[in-house]
């Protein structure tokens, strides 16, 4: 121990160790643990260090954790170390991580609530747990209810399924998905839908039975049993309901935050409803019973909805709408009842003021008085021995009296309703067995605990009593089957516990003797237990500060129970006065009510508060004498009895345990509190179940998978034959300790640890040995990598070395080369260089010197312009210059001389006035104006001389001119000698400044004009290249535009022809929906009709007597159902015979149903049988009545066609006895060849044939004129009914002798006489005659071609002869050869024939010879079947052969006697001819008589033996036969044998199908068969679309009369039926071996190991099956294959058959695959990868590869990969994205959660990337579904495959019996 306890405390192993929030927490040792050592160096997950001290009185180590591999087990039983914290951390892991709500724990199913809608009750999930093993799938509730009503079945035992839990921990949800799995699974025996009312109960109790907690939106406050009975085939018949412990006073108090029951909110939410103003109610709010908990609502629920199912549901149980209506009135009345207020009158006594309205609502409801209440609410009657009186009531009391009036009303409706469902749920079937759900409290404390929550406690003391005994009874019956000693395991007896509450003197006897003492208290009664129990029981215990409450050491946990209203509560007292007036109410109901409590009182008390009563079977005759004392019974002692009686029920059945676990208190979804999962496991017993487990055990391993798993540890020579003696050895080496493990009979037993210890050595074995794999393929890796590298190095060098040799002499050569090469090279260059500069030189100085001859010449030529330009300028600016001037000078002279004229005018009139003045003033003037003319001379020349300077001036410069016009201002007015000349110089220097000014202006412009120009130049260059640039890069987006649109051109194709695609899929799949839909309810159909047929044989077994046959309409018109119609109208009709006396054991429902349907079909037959005798009177009135007209009108041409026929008769006679003359004249002359061509006798014929041709045709254009005659008569006729005409014309035509021809004249000469004129007046004699001549013509056209074809015929009957004797001849040398030869010389002989005649014909027409090739390709074909079927026909050969020799013998006696023919030549040689016998045409068909029906169908379908056919018969011979049989039908015209053929035929095959169905060669045989009548009904139908592939014979035998197509239609859906029927007969088949030869089976040995398993795999449901491996499901599939082949069923039809197989494997496999975690891992990902690539070599080696087999596997390949991919990584979820395109997200997501590494090397798959990868596939749109539809059928299709079998050729065998057959 000390050696194990060291090597597993070693450095780094992982430990838990106590927290106080976490509960547990883990670590890892940081050195090894030593003997002796007080204390641990541990080191947490966050890397805190930290010393955990041990106990230095125990010494006691803390628990190790499992290995990574077996944490998230299925079953915790396979933890190999099993105590507390191991359960909670594989809990956990399980519920956060892989979000897994259900873990095994032995023979428990734990379930967490998830507080979240999870997708995994559908019914896909209920068929894929169904008929599973326990321990095969992942824990479910589905899967405890598959065991149960397995071994229900298997054992013959009743079973009980125990839901127990805290409230909110999902008890009840779990007891409704097990009964929904009962109701799916096993469905009810009759109509009356059992199944239903079994879950329509539900919602009925969740309304007056669940409220609203702290806890839980819809807590159950009381506990429930239902029996489910099971008839004899394990089918429902019924249940029964019992309850427990309802909690009443919930009807009048509600803690914060809770609420009443459902009901009461339901009717205030909907009282706006018309039926129920009656109630007078309004919001929950207004009623004191629904206020007090201030919380009427719950989010996400409406009320009024619920009340809408609530009340269905009671419609669905037969609970009517009076009924409904009286239970809401009571219900409201206890509302209202609540809200009657009484006051204090004075100190004892109390008074209801007059006229309370509601207590008067209350009185109206219920049906009482107002006062009788009012007085009785207040007072209450005492009585004692001698006299009664009436005592008033304080307030208080009558307040309590109230409500316990309320408790008590209500309590009676809820058992008057649990009444009446059981009575709704109860048949008349006898139930065989039955299953129990028990949904019960679990253990309950809080901080006040009171009388409720110690009889909940106490009542699961009592189950976990029962629950450790059958888990102690279970492991030691595993002991003794094993043969292991058994030792006594210590558990946890709580039968001490139990005496302390129910023994003599225990708690409730004294809570008993207590309530019937006068003046008992609860004080007094708690100071008898501390005197009682105190100091003589351990479990019972006294607070230390409180002396009223007591303490009770339960199976879980202490709890404290104050003493406060025990006794009240155990009373349970109502004022019987009240009861009494409630009796007298004049409300039904009501008085029902209590009146029921008088008859039959419960004996499981309802504790008040809790309280309820259980209805339970009572004696009938104790109940009344002992109703009164029974009544006075307290609550306790009925809660007592009630509980042993369940417990003894609970005893008498096999119990199946499921412990609900609240995971947190704040309703979170996936939200785990430890601490709150820990009391409830301890509370529920899955602790005490590990410990007990964990005391012996534990870990049980079979010696094969022990094998398997450890062989590793095993060296070679420890490997025996024997596993056990090897399994003893290995064990011994490696664990030294004998009381660590046990072997058994089958199995190893283990201590708990031994596993983890085991594992821990296989872990260290396989890392030693991956280590030293690990060096060995390093090692030669990397030797292989050197050798490989230094080989490289060596042929490089190699190759180096001569590469550089070869490159030193080449280069070599190359130098001296290149320096001869060089030496002329550049003696070339220069040579060539200075020619090259010599004539550049030339043409330099040519162009230089032209250059320089251009510039001078242009310089000259420009200074001449210049000059010339500068003259012109300056003349012309001269001139202008001049100009001005001139016109100045001239405005100056004016002025100055009108200046003058008017001073000497002013002068003039001064001396005319004074002369003698102006005379003295003269004197000295003039000498003034002598010097002044002098003066102006002066000026003058100046002036002139300053005119030409100026002149010249503007002639060299513009600017001198400018001055000059200043100079001469100055001047002028210097001459002036005024201001007029100076300012006129100013003038003229301005405008020169101006002249300047406007000069530079326009220089500037120049300039500005210049670089404007220049950068207009370069701009233009500039926009010209942007242009080349611009029409460059737009020609290069054309080029890319022209490239786009090709693109998008072929995009767009591209898209259209992918839409075109996804269209036509769409198309396809609407197509196929529209198939399955179709197919879908021709198989609801067929299950309606086996239904019908199972009622119908119950209705025989019950000795009613069979009704007599009755016989059908035989002109009923043949529809597509009319089989149907008349099997079913038929059988309806002896079915209602023979339920005229059947009342028992049917459902009234059903028995209306059909006898609605017969008067239905009756009145039906009825009215058809009359329409048909309408019909037909009017059919025969009207054909008398044309009868006599025709007789009138053709009495003449009667006599006169009777006699030309007879003529005609006459002739033909003699035609006929000419050609059997002549037959015989052939036959006579045949030895002495006299028929041979050229001879007379040939001539003789030949004349006799022609003349009878010639009077041939001369009959038949007389008998054409006759027949024109006649016709034109007969239309003449008025005929007003159109159903004599065919009678008529058939009546005419079939008595003529000549058979095709003149039939088909005198139908075209009907057709083209039946014109409107020739109906309304006889033919006249012009147009009789017309009409002969036009008749001549034709006929005489006709007698052409007929002449031309009887040349052609003579020429190829001389063909025909010719080849007759190569024939004979051929024949003759044939029969002289052995047989084997004889058939050889024939196929040459046949072989050079047909190469000839292609020859011929590819000489004539090449394209008719290609078409002649693939008929002689056909032919050959032919012939080698001919040549196969030479062995079956060698008798009758040989009997020929018989006859030839004779005959050959004749020939040669003839030969030796030398006759010869007159006309003949001696010396001509004698050819011996031999003219066969004729066989018989025949036509293809079979012939049988109407009473033979019977016989034909019993021989050919209901006896046949499809394994003799298939072997030795043709395929589809049946449907030939049929066929071919139907054909003469039709052939003779007889419709009703047509339609019962056909409808026999069809009935015949669905009873031998029904018969044996579950035959796969059957159902096969028939399947093939009705194919090939469907084909051959095609075939020969005459449509042009069939007829394609058709030989001309083959055309001949289309039908001729009837059109079958409706009955193809028929038998198409009786197809349909038989593909099906295979499908599941097949997939019956597959079904057991696809998991276990697709997933269990490894068929590549050592790849997966074995993990440890739990208990769950060791479970008693296991049976010993034989295992199933691939190839078991290979030669299957070959099976069926070879069979559906030898019975020639259609390739089309194959492949979709193979096509549902491969889908059936791949949904079973992929479903077991998402439910199983123990098969989600790497190696299992190889195993199937691994079989489906041998399923794909199946389909390869069948040719079956491309046509959809392989991508219904997809799914299943997919899920194999995403098991063995990187799962880390985001491009690791990348990959898995695109990689799973056919598994949904759901499934996806499964396989990532369920993934589980098989060894240490493996890892988990983390939440993170799980929660990745739901967000990457969050946008796919895809159904939710997470399990494959395995029931999914292909919609099938018949392609049409026409037959070249030839009808004729078919022989009956004599096997058949059907020698009555005659082939025609």
């Not at 179940?689 to 870990?699: Q, W």
Request: hydrophobic residues 35%.
């Amino acid at each position: 121990m000390n050696r194990e306890l060291e090597y597993m405390f070693v450095k780094r192993a992982r430990v838990w160790i106590p927290d106080a929030e976490e509960v547990w927490k883990s670590a890892e040792l940081n050195k090894d643990y030593k003997n002796g050592d007080a204390s641990l160096q541990l080191m947490l997950e966050d890397g805190t260090n930290i010393e955990h001290k041990l106990d230095p009185k125990t010494k006691n180590l803390p628990y190790l954790r499992n290995p990574d591999i077996l944490v998230g087990e299925n079953d915790l039983t396979a933890l190999s170390y099993l105590h507390e914290p191991a359960v909670l951390h594989n809990l956990k892991v399980r519920f956060m991580d892989s979000k897994l709500i259900y873990t095994y724990c032995g023979i428990v199913l734990v379930a967490i609530n998830p507080y979240e809608t999870l997708g995994i009750y559908g019914s896909d999930i209920i068929n894929a747990y169904s008929g599973q093993n326990m321990g095969d799938m992942d824990p479910h509730i589905f899967a405890v209810a598959e065991e149960a009503y397995k071994q229900m079945a298997r054992d013959e035992r009743n079973q009980s399924i125990i839901v127990s839990g805290e409230s909110g921990a999902g008890k009840t949800v779990s007891a409704k998905y097990a009964m929904r799995y009962f109701a799916t699974v096993s469905g009810s025996t009759s109509e009356a839908n059992v199944e239903q009312k079994v879950l329509a109960s539900n919602p009925i109790m969740e309304a007056i039975g669940n409220a609203k907690t702290t806890r839980n939106d819809n807590s159950s406050r009381f506990g429930k049993y239902i029996e489910i009975g099971f008839d004899t085939r394990y089918r429902i018949i019924g249940a029964n309901m019992r309850t427990y412990l309802l909690e009443k006073s919930r009807v009048v108090f509600q803690a914060d935050e809770e609420r009443n029951y459902h009901i009461f909110y339901q009717l205030c939410a909907s009282s706006h409803l018309p039926e129920f103003k009656m109630l007078k109610l309004s919001s929950a709010n207004d009623f004191l019973y629904t206020r007090q908990g201030r919380s009427p609502v719950i989010d996400g629920v409406d009320d009024t909805k619920e009340l809408s199912s609530t009340r269905k549901a009671f419609t669905l149980l037969g609970i009517n709408e009076s009924n409904q209506m009286g239970l809401f009135q009571v219900l409201a009345a206890i509302l209202h009842l609540g809200n009657v207020e009484i006051k204090d009158r004075d100190s004892d006594s109390s008074i209801i003021p007059p006229n309370n309205g509601h207590l008067t609502a209350f009185c109206d409801l219920v049906g009482v008085t107002y006062q009788d209440m009012s007085q009785w609410l207040c007072h209450r009657k005492l009585k004692t021995a001698t006299e009664t009186y009436i005592k008033t009531l304080p307030r208080l009391q009558a307040t309590n009296a109230r409500d316990a009036l309320s408790k008590h009303i209500y309590a009676k409706l809820f058992n008057w309703i649990v009444e009446h469902v059981n009575k709704a749920l109860i048949t008349n079937f006898k139930q065989h067995s039955f299953i129990g759900v028990l949904d019960i409290y679990g253990f309950e404390t809080f901080e006040i605990n009171s009388f409720e929550q110690f009889c909940i406690n106490y009542a699961n003391e009592k189950l976990q009593q029962q629950f450790n005994m059958h888990v102690f009874k279970l492991e030691q019956e595993e002991y003794m089957k094993e043969q292991i000693p058994w030792t006594l395991i210590d558990f946890y007896d709580n039968q001490p516990c139990i005496n302390l509450i129910e023994a003599k003197m225990g708690i409730l006897d004294l809570l008993d003797e207590e309530c019937k003492m006068p003046k008992g208290s609860d004080d007094s009664w708690a100071q008898k237990l501390y005197n009682t129990h105190l100091k003589t029981c351990s479990l019972f215990e006294k607070p230390r500060m409180s002396n009223r409450a007591f303490i009770i050491q339960h199976f879980a946990d202490k709890v404290e129970y104050q003493c406060e209203g025990f006794l009240e509560k155990n009373k349970d007292t109502v004022n019987e006065e009240q009861i009494n007036v409630l009796k007298a109410s004049k409300f039904p109901l009501l008085v029902e009510l209590f009146h029921d409590g008088e008859k039959a009182i419960s004996p499981t008390g309802q504790v008040p508060g809790t309280g309820g009563r259980t209805r339970l079977s009572i004696k009938p005759e104790k109940g009344r004498e002992k109703s009164s004392k029974e009544h006075k019974k307290t609550v306790g002692c009925q809660f007592r009895n009630s509980l042993q009686m369940l417990m003894e029920t609970l005893n008498a059945t096999t119990p199946h345990y499921v412990r609900c676990i609240k995971p947190n208190d704040f309703k979170l979804a996936f939200s785990f509190d430890p601490k709150r999962a820990v009391q409830q496991l301890r509370a529920c017993g899955v602790l005490e179940t590990i410990r007990i487990s964990a005391a012996g055990f534990p870990s049980r391993w079979t010696y094969q998978e022990f094998f398997s798993r450890y062989r590793v540890l095993m060296k070679q020579k420890d490997v025996l034959p024997d596993r056990r003696l090897t399994c003893r050895n290995v064990l011994e080496h490696l664990v030294q300790d004998q009381d660590k493990y046990q072997f058994g009979k089958t199995k190893i037993f283990f201590r708990a640890g031994q596993v983890a210890y085991l594992e821990k050595l296989r872990a260290e074995k396989l890392r030693a040995a991956c280590i030293r794999i690990q060096k060995t393929i390093r090692c030669w890796l990397a030797r292989k990598k050197y050798l490989r590298k230094r080989s490289a190095a060596i042929t490089i060098q190699r190759f180096t070395r001569g590469h550089q040799a070869r490159r030193l002499a080449k280069f070599m050569r190359r130098t001296q080369a290149a320096t001869t090469i060089q030496k002329y090279q550049r003696m070339c260059v220069e040579k060539k260089r200075y020619r090259q500069k010599q004539a550049a030189a030339l043409v330099m100085q040519t162009i230089l010197r032209a250059y320089m001859a251009r510039q001078k010449y242009r310089a000259l030529l420009r200074e001449s312009k210049v000059v010339i330009i500068q003259k012109r300028v300056r003349g012309w600016l001269a001139r202008c210059w001049y100009k001005r001037c001139l016109v100045s000078l001239v405005y100056l002279q004016c002025c100055f001389r009108r200046m003058k004229a008017r001073r000497e005018l002013k002068k003039l009139k001064i001396e005319a006035r004074s002369v003698e003045h102006f005379k003295k003033l003269n004197k000295g003037m003039e000498n003034k104006i002598m010097q002044l003319q002098r003066k102006l001379d002066e000026q003058n020349k100046e002036n002139r001389l300053v005119n030409e300077r100026l002149a010249g001036l503007e002639n060299t410069y513009t600017t001198e001119s400018e001055r000059m016009r200043g100079e001469l201002s100055r001047l002028r007015g210097a001459e002036e000698d005024a201001k007029n000349k100076g300012h006129q110089v100013t003038s003229l220097l301005e405008e020169l400044e101006k002249l300047r000014k406007e000069l530079s202006s326009t220089q500037k412009e120049k300039k500005t004009i210049e670089d404007w120009a220049q950068n207009y130049r370069s701009e233009m260059e500039k926009m010209v290249s942007e242009l080349k640039d611009q029409n460059g890069s737009l020609k290069k987006e054309k080029d890319d535009l022209n490239r786009l649109i090709q693109e998008q051109s072929q995009q767009m194709t591209e898209k259209m022809a992918r839409a075109i695609l996804e269209e036509t899929q769409q198309l396809k799949t609407d197509l196929n929906e529209e198939r399955s839909r179709y197919q879908n309810l021709l198989t609801e159909h067929l299950r309606l009709e086996e239904k019908y047929d199972d009622l119908k044989e119950e209705m025989v077994s019950s000795n009613v007597p069979k009704a007599g046959h009755r016989r059908r309409d035989s002109t009923h018109s043949s529809n597509g159902s009319e089989y149907t119609y008349n099997s079913e109208y038929a059988e309806l009709e002896d079915g209602s015979r023979a339920a005229e006396d059947v009342t028992r054991g049917m459902d009234t429902s059903l028995t209306l149903k059909l006898q609605k349907r017969l008067t239905e079909l009756e009145q039906e037959k009825q009215s058809l049988r009359n329409e048909l005798e309408n019909k037909e009177d009017q059919f025969q009135r009207a054909r008398a009545r044309d009868d006599v007209e025709f007789k009138k009108a053709r009495g003449a041409e009667l006599e006169y066609e009777s006699l030309k026929r007879q003529e005609l008769e006459s002739e033909n006679k003699k035609l006929r006895h000419d050609l059997k003359e002549i037959r015989q004249s052939l036959v006579g002359n045949a030895a002495t060849g006299a028929g041979a061509p050229g001879s007379p006798a040939y001539k003789v014929v030949l004349e006799q044939l022609n003349a009878s041709c010639e009077e041939l045709e001369v009959r038949k254009e007389e008998v054409l004129i006759l027949r024109s005659q006649l016709v034109s008569q007969k239309e003449a006729m008025h005929h007003k009914e159109t159903m004599t005409e065919p009678s008529v014309y058939v009546e005419d035509v079939s008595k003529l002798k000549d058979a095709g021809e003149l039939k088909q004249a005198y139908v075209g000469l009907k057709d083209t006489n039946r014109s409107p004129r020739f109906t309304r007046k006889p033919l006249e004699v012009s147009d009789l005659l017309s009409r002969l001549r036009l008749l001549e013509h034709q006929l005489q056209t006709q007698r052409r071609g007929y002449d031309s074809e009887v040349e052609s015929l003579r020429g190829e009957l001389q063909n025909v002869k010719e080849e007759n004797n190569r024939q004979q001849q051929l024949l003759a040398q044939n029969l002289q050869l052995p047989p084997e030869a004889r058939i050889e010389a024939s196929l040459q002989h046949e072989i050079t024939r047909l190469t000839n005649e292609n020859l011929e014909l590819l000489a004539e027409d090449p394209t008719a010879s290609r078409e002649a090739r693939v008929i002689i390709l056909r032919r050959m074909v032919d012939l080698m079947e001919q040549l196969e079927k030479q062995d079956r026909t060698i008798r009758k050969l040989k009997k020929q052969l018989k006859v030839y020799s004779k005959r050959i013998g004749e020939m040669g006696a003839g030969q030796t006697e030398g006759q010869t023919s007159p006309g003949q030549m001696v010396d001509e040689p004698i050819h011996p001819v031999n003219i066969p016998r004729r066989e018989k045409d025949f036509q293809g068909m079979l012939e049988y008589n109407k009473e033979d029906e019977l016989k034909l169908v019993k021989n050919l379908i209901l006896e046949l033996k499809p394994r003799g056919v298939a072997v030795n018969l043709i395929p589809g011979l049946p449907a030939y036969i049929l066929f071919m049989c139907l054909r003469h039908a039709d052939y003779v015209n007889d419709d009703q044998k047509v339609r019962t053929l056909l409808t026999s035929t069809i009935n015949s095959i669905k009873k031998i199908l029904k018969k044996r169905g579950d035959d796969f060669e059957t159902v096969s045989f028939w399947l093939s068969n009705t194919c090939r009548f469907l084909h051959c009904l095609k075939q020969y139908s005459g449509d042009e679309a069939f007829m394609k592939h058709n030989s001309p014979r083959q055309n001949e035998h289309c039908l001729s009369n009837f059109d079958l197509a409706e009955y193809r239609q028929v038998i198409s859906d009786l197809a349909i039926q038989i593909y099906q029927q295979l499908i599941k007969c097949m997939e019956n088949i597959l079904q057991p071996m696809i998991v276990s030869g697709m997933l269990e089976h490894e068929t590549i040995q050592g790849v997966s190991g074995v993990k440890p398993t739990g208990l769950r795999k060791r479970t008693s449901s296991i049976a010993d099956e034989g295992t199933y491996t691939l190839d078991s499901i290979l030669r299957q599939l070959s099976a069926f294959h070879s069979t559906m082949c030898q019975h020639g069923t259609d390739p089309e039809l194959i492949k979709q058959v193979v096509k549902q197989q491969f889908y059936i494997i791949g949904a079973v496999t992929l479903n077991n695959l998402l439910l199983r975690k123990d098969m989600c891992s790497w190696s299992k990902g190889m195993q199937i990868r691994y079989n489906v690539s041998q399923l794909e070599e199946w389909l390869r080696d069948k040719g079956l590869m491309t046509f959809g087999a392989k991508e219904t596997l997809e799914p299943l390949i997919q899920a194999a990969q995403l098991l063995q991919v990187k799962k880390k990584t985001d491009e690791d979820a990348d990959a898995i994205c695109s990689m799973c395109l056919g598994l949904t997200t759901a499934q996806i997501v499964k396989v990532l959660n369920l993934y589980t590494p098989v060894n240490e090397f493996e890892e988990r798959v983390s939440v993170s990337f799980i929660r990745t990868i739901q967000t990457r596939l969050r946008d796919r749109c895809e159904s939710p579904q997470l399990l494959m539809d395995t029931k999914m059928i292909y919609p099938v299709t018949f392609p049409f495959s026409p037959s070249s079998l030839a009808l004729e050729t078919i022989q009956i065998p004599s096997s058949l019996n059907l020698a009555f057959l005659t082939r025609v």
